[in-house]
């Protein structure tokens, strides 16, 4: 069974900073993609961004230049640095882990979710 496990969320002031962390354990796939998704009260769930194993990353256009989304391979870990917030950044953050199978079959995990709550 594959578990996330998310940390770093919190209240910060507008243009200010936090780090999310998620580590992942069980049987993972190595060639996956790892990323980070948010949900606003009322609104649907959105990527924030991704990252493959490979080092391939995909950002939402309202995060890119703010947001730094890394990974530790061999720690299963990935992590979002989240620069200049903004109160629209507010929102319910989940960690996602995803792979495809040799043969096809299609893996999805979600962590807990975190609170990013950015006020005055």
């Known amino acids: 069974q594959v578990q996330l496990v998310e940390s770093g969320g919190g209240l910060v002031q507008p243009g200010g900073s936090l780090r999310l962390s998620c580590a992942a354990s069980?049987?993972?796939?190595?060639?996956?993609?790892m990323g980070w998704y948010r949900q606003a009260p009322g609104k649907q769930r959105e990527l924030v961004a991704t990252?493959?194993?490979?080092?391939?990353?995909n950002y939402a256009d309202s995060v890119k230049g703010r947001f730094t989304i890394s990974r530790d391979n061999a720690k299963n870990t990935v992590y979002l640095q989240m620069n200049s917030l903004k109160a629209e950044d507010t929102a319910v953050y989940y960690c996602?882990?995803?792979?495809?199978?040799?043969?096809?079959?299609?893996?999805?995990?979600w962590g807990q979710g975190t609170q990013v709550t950015v006020s005055s």
């Open positions: 069980g049987s993972i796939f190595s060639n996956n993609a």
């Open positions: 990252l493959t194993s490979g080092g391939t990353t």
């Open positions: 996602n882990l995803n792979w495809r199978s040799y043969f096809g079959a299609y893996f999805a995990y």
